[in-house]
């Protein structure tokens, strides 16, 4: 079955960084693409970054040039650096193969990610 574990959270400060990973199991990895999400206190969950198989990689305006996704797809791990945090970065992220996103149970735990300020 599929599973998605996250991992690298923490409480930083503002301006701090943090390295997220996001290891995979049950599919294929390497032709899938992969996304971080976050859902911050009282908010929906957002698409934060996507890396395709191919390897082209889209962020939200929000986190463009603070955020770096990549992947190595001989350890089917899903990687997020964050920089520059702040403290509306704060929340719990998430891995996900996006055409799965929609599918309720497809989600693991999620990493908890707090940037005090």
């Known amino acids: 079955q599929v599973q998605l574990v996250e991992s690298g959270g923490g409480l930083v400060q503002a301006g701090g960084s943090l390295r997220l990973s996001c290891a995979a199991s049950g599919f294929i990895f390497r032709t899938n693409d992969m996304g971080w999400y976050r859902q911050a206190p009282g908010k929906q969950r957002e698409l934060v970054a996507v890396?395709?198989?191919?390897?082209?990689?889209d962020y939200v305006d929000s986190v463009k040039g603070r955020f770096t996704i990549s992947r190595d797809n001989a350890k089917n791990t899903v990687y997020l650096q964050m920089n520059s945090l702040k403290s509306e970065d704060t929340g719990v992220y998430y891995c996900n193969v996006p055409e799965r996103a929609q599918i309720v149970n497809s989600w693991g735990q999620g990493t908890q990610v707090t940037v005090s300020s």
């Open positions: 890396i395709t198989s191919g390897g082209i990689i």
